[in-house]
């Protein structure tokens, strides 16, 4: 029973918030506004599935897989505007973003490898800005763009809402990638050397994992989910890589939802952001700081299940 | 004709042809001798840095200096154009003004842009009487001061004639305005777009965005609840982008009639927003088309071609910046050489500028001393079609209460 009770708990915070904010609302209006925080809930959740990816093998909190997503939706824009096809602009834009969180795994996280997490976190901070610097250095902020999929042509009514096929990609392969990590961490042997990792590197090192190795696939893993992601998020939120790269804030948020480590949460917990801020339209004084509703669930989540459980950021010590 | 004789000819057309396309810069004095004097401080300040970049408008300016400083400066003098960047800090808008009134004893502040600028130095500026001929403004302190004026005319003139083209031209009962949640901007805008539409006996309602939110969608579905039939998109183009994008999701664009305030009359925006909004999304513009044939606008593309870089934006703000130069260049001129040092004799004369008329814009160019200043309030409506824009509807002066004031002022001033 117990590890069901998180969801109940988000299952409540919607309810919850739907009364409050709802009540008296036609259901087909109300409808609407859950479908679209639904929708955006789930974008908040795949970010938040790549950062706890990377954190249980690795021990980092990836602050730049916003940027590095970026660069990749940025490229695959570009490439396209040149005439290249589709698919190869999608590939080259994964590929980016694989590459730049290898060079990263492989050239800096090493050396911080016995620092605190706190610090870990900070230097990818770093390494976001740079990347966000060059990235709008090479792509002007003042020019409107527009990144397209082909499944945003394709669409279905749910509860009044038009949702479009590119909306279901996402959310399938937010409930996908959990499944897949799920097994890979379960069922084979990096996945088991992973979570040897993220319990206790020393020993780990010991016993003969190839620790670099096994990094690294991590990195690039989650170098190739932030690289989906970027696509995803340029597509349907904006092509700005402003916006692209701080859209990893509310991610930590729903990765915090999970503990950063649980991926099921993660993912209840994302939709749970998304409703709720969706839902606060309704409200003429809350509307205004819907931004600030997946922090305030989040730290609402920290206090709730930090009790009797170690500290998020203390799994090392 | 030989064939040799016909070749040369193509060949010469090939090469001179970009340079007969557009005449010889005329700037200021247009003497064609350098000037060499001892020179005129000018300051501007813009805003640049993520998410937004205002600068074009003093890129222009400085071009019309330049091409003044070519052609005979103010009276032999050049004009020294020195230039800050707020990166929409508000701390650092405040020390770029003490640096260019305090330090360096500049006259004046021409085409200025920025959000946080004027809001911030509005009083600094009436505190030392030094006037600022902004070009890019956004917020209503820049338009409710009496030390600054505006070349452009901001979201809220723009957003009323975009709702009076929907109300006369397109048959809106009621509108919504989606602003920005940022005070003295989206409230403040939209705010008076509501009051024109109860004006006119009709509905109005806002919708403001949070810009930080990454979410449009909750946004567009509470226009959708406001009952309106007409979507008046008054946001900064990438986020206006975002909302049309969240609106052809939902397949929207029959459903309403669709307009938008100046920042999406950008050569970018048709590409960006695809054949789906081809002829269905009208804008209102500030100035006159940035490919408009009078000879004030082929003067700026002049300028912008001989003395700024090929990336230098060619858009709304830089004919504002180029505009208040031009503006600012011939009030110098008309000025007693011996108090060309003189900020308070510049303030006052910029002050007493009246009747200034351009192809670039519809209504005449005023100063005053006065405690508001919003001389552009006539503008052109234009759809996006093609790829490109179209010109629907010519000048006209816009409507409402928020007018009123302004127009009293004109009328006292002889203007209307």
């Given amino acids: 029973m117990r590890p069901v009770l998180p969801y109940l708990g988000y299952a409540l915070i919607v309810v919850a918030a739907y009364i409050f904010l709802a009540a008296g609302k036609p259901t087909l209006v109300s409808g609407l506004f859950v479908v679209s925080g639904l929708a955006v809930g789930s974008l908040y959740a795949l970010g938040g599935i790549g950062l706890v990816v990377l954190y249980r093998a690795t021990g980092v909190l990836n602050l730049a897989s916003g940027a590095v997503g970026a660069v990749g939706v940025m490229l695959a824009w570009e490439l396209q505007q040149r005439g290249w096809p589709q698919a190869i602009s999608w590939a080259a834009a994964l590929a980016t973003a694989m590459a730049l969180s290898l060079l990263y795994g492989r050239l800096i996280a090493p050396g911080l490898a016995w620092r605190d997490p706190i610090v870990k976190a900070v230097a990818t901070l770093g390494f976001a800005l740079i990347i966000l610097g060059v990235t709008t250095f090479l792509w002007r902020t003042d020019v409107v763009r527009k990144f397209t999929l082909p499944t945003d042509n394709q669409a279905m009514m749910l509860l009044g809402l038009r949702v479009t096929l590119t909306r279901f990609i996402v959310v399938f392969a937010t409930v996908s990638i959990v499944a897949g990590i799920w097994f890979y961490l379960a069922r084979t042997r990096t996945g088991l050397q992973m979570r040897s990792l993220a319990n206790d590197r020393d020993l780990s090192a010991l016993i003969g994992v190839r620790i670099l190795r096994v990094e690294s696939i991590a990195w690039a893993i989650a170098g190739a989910i932030a690289g989906f992601t970027g696509l995803m998020f340029g597509d349907l939120l904006r092509l700005e890589p402003f916006v692209i790269t701080f859209m990893v804030i509310p991610c930590v948020a729903a990765a915090i939802c999970g503990r950063l480590e649980n991926l099921g949460l993660v993912l209840v917990g994302g939709l749970t952001m998304g409703v709720v801020e969706s839902l606060l339209t309704f409200s003429p004084t809350l509307k205004n700081i819907r931004p600030i509703a997946p922090f305030f669930i989040a730290a609402a989540v920290l206090i709730v299940m930090q009790r009797g459980h170690q500290l998020v950021f203390a799994r090392d010590e | ?416």
């Avoid at chain 2, 909302?243 to 939902?250: P, V």
């Avoid at chain 2, 003067?299 to 934006?313: E, Q």
């Avoid at chain 2, 004799?345 to 001393?369: E, L, N």
Wanted: glycine share 10%.
């Fill in chain 2, 1 to 416: 004709m030989s064939k040799a004789i016909y070749a040369g000819i193509l060949l010469a057309g090939t090469f001179l042809a970009p340079h007969i396309a557009l005449a010889a810069p005329s700037c200021g004095a247009n003497t064609g001798q350098a000037a060499t004097g001892k020179p005129i401080k000018v300051g501007g300040i813009y805003g640049a840095a993520a998410p937004g970049d205002f600068s074009a408008a003093s890129k222009a300016a400085g071009a019309y200096f330049k091409c003044v400083n070519a052609n005979g400066g103010i009276k032999g003098r050049p004009i020294e154009y020195l230039v800050e960047n707020d990166q929409w800090n508000p701390e650092l808008a405040a020390q770029a003004a003490a640096k260019l009134v305090g330090d360096q004893k500049v006259v004046a502040l021409v085409g200025s842009g920025s959000f946080v600028e004027m809001s911030v130095n509005a009083p600094f500026y009436r505190k030392n009487n030094v006037m600022e001929m902004a070009s890019a403004c956004a917020v209503s302190e820049c338009f409710e001061s009496s030390n600054i004026v505006s070349t452009n005319q901001g979201p809220l003139p723009s957003s009323i004639g975009a709702a009076m083209y929907a109300v006369e031209k397109l048959g809106a009962k009621n509108v919504v305005c989606i602003g920005l949640a940022i005070p003295s901007v989206g409230n403040w805008s939209c705010g008076a777009t509501e009051k024109y539409m109860q004006s006119k006996g009709l509905k109005g309602a806002s919708v403001l965005l949070n810009p930080a939110s990454p979410d449009v969608n909750s946004g567009l579905l509470e226009a959708v609840a406001s009952g309106a039939d007409s979507i008046l998109v008054n946001l900064p183009a990438g986020l206006a982008n975002a909302f049309l994008a969240a609106a052809k999701e939902q397949d929207l664009r029959d459903k309403y009639s669709w307009t938008s305030s100046t920042p999406l009359y950008d050569v970018s925006v048709p590409k960006a927003l695809g054949d789906y909004w081809n002829g269905k999304v009208y804008v209102s513009a500030e100035l006159t088309m940035l490919d408009g044939k009078g000879p004030d606008n082929q003067n700026w593309l002049a300028v912008m071609n001989a003395y700024g870089k090929s990336t230098d934006p060619r858009d709304t703000f830089s004919q504002s910046g180029y505009l208040s130069a031009k503006y600012f260049v011939e009030t110098l001129l008309a000025m007693d050489p011996a108090k060309l040092d003189d900020r308070g004799a510049v303030t006052a004369a910029i002050k007493a500028i009246k009747g200034k008329k351009s192809d670039m814009m519809c209504g005449p160019y005023y100063v005053g001393d006065a405690d508001r200043h919003m001389p552009n309030h006539a503008g052109i409506m234009v759809v996006i079609k093609n790829g490109g824009f179209e010109k629907v509807r010519d000048c006209f002066q816009y409507e409402g209460p928020y007018f009123a004031p302004l127009l009293a002022t004109e009328k006292a001033m002889g203007l209307n």
